[in-house]
């Protein structure tokens, strides 16, 4: 099986310092979604894990959170693409629970609800602490430059082998370029790639 995992905000659509917190206030970055749709064609299985600590700051609840994730979903069926589960943290950092990234909760739930390694599996995002949160669980990770991106890319510190695209489409070119794309293939060669640098 492969998988792919993504950050929401800043990866498959525009973040918000004053967070997202209406399906009105959620908007696809543009060619993200038909990303998605040409990972699914490709026989990928697509995944999000996102920190939604406006939870826990009182600035939306879980059934406006739930609306949100209802848009994505319908949205992506517009142009034929499948995210298969969202997994969501709803706390604050103070709460200390195991699922706000950089913490791997959320990483480990998937692979005990899909049944499968995590090592090789490509994750997506634009702040240091989602490819922090792959990477104790033997993802690779992949930086875009899209939403926090570029602040993250200047901050340095990435986990080693970090990948940088220019977003989420980019990052699919690269991937689909390669002949196999399975999990447990050799690390691919994305020198064809538009951003390609290794950090
Ligand atoms: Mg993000
Ligand atoms: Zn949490």
């Given at each position: 099986m492969k998988l792919i995992i993504l950050d929401r905000d800043g990866v498959i659509n525009h973040d918000s310092d004053a967070f997202i917190k209406s399906p009105q206030e959620w908007?696809?970055?543009?060619g993200s979604l038909e990303a998605i749709a040409r990972l699914n064609q490709a026989g990928y299985r697509v995944v999000v894990t996102t920190n939604q600590s406006g939870i826990a700051r009182g600035l939306f609840d879980i059934v406006t959170l739930n609306a949100i994730h209802q848009k994505l979903h319908e949205s992506a069926k517009q142009v034929g693409a499948t995210i298969d589960a969202i997994f969501f943290c709803p706390h604050?950092?103070?709460?200390?629970?195991?699922?706000?990234?950089?913490?791997?909760g959320m990483l480990h739930t998937i692979a005990k609800r899909f049944n499968v390694?995590?090592?090789g599996v490509p994750n997506i995002g634009d702040s240091l602490r989602d490819l922090q949160a792959g990477f104790v669980t033997g993802c690779r990770p992949y930086l875009v430059l899209t939403g926090k991106g570029k602040k993250t890319l200047e901050k340095g510190g990435l986990p080693p082998g970090t990948m940088i695209f220019a977003n989420l489409a980019a990052v699919v070119d690269g991937l689909l370029n390669v002949p196999s794309t399975d999990?447990?293939?050799?690390?691919?060669?994305?020198?064809?790639?538009p951003m390609r640098k290794n950090v």
């Open positions: 908007i696809p970055i543009p604050a950092t103070d709460d200390n629970c195991d699922c706000r990234k950089p913490k791997p390694s995590l090592k999990v447990d293939a050799t690390e691919p060669d994305l020198s064809t790639g």
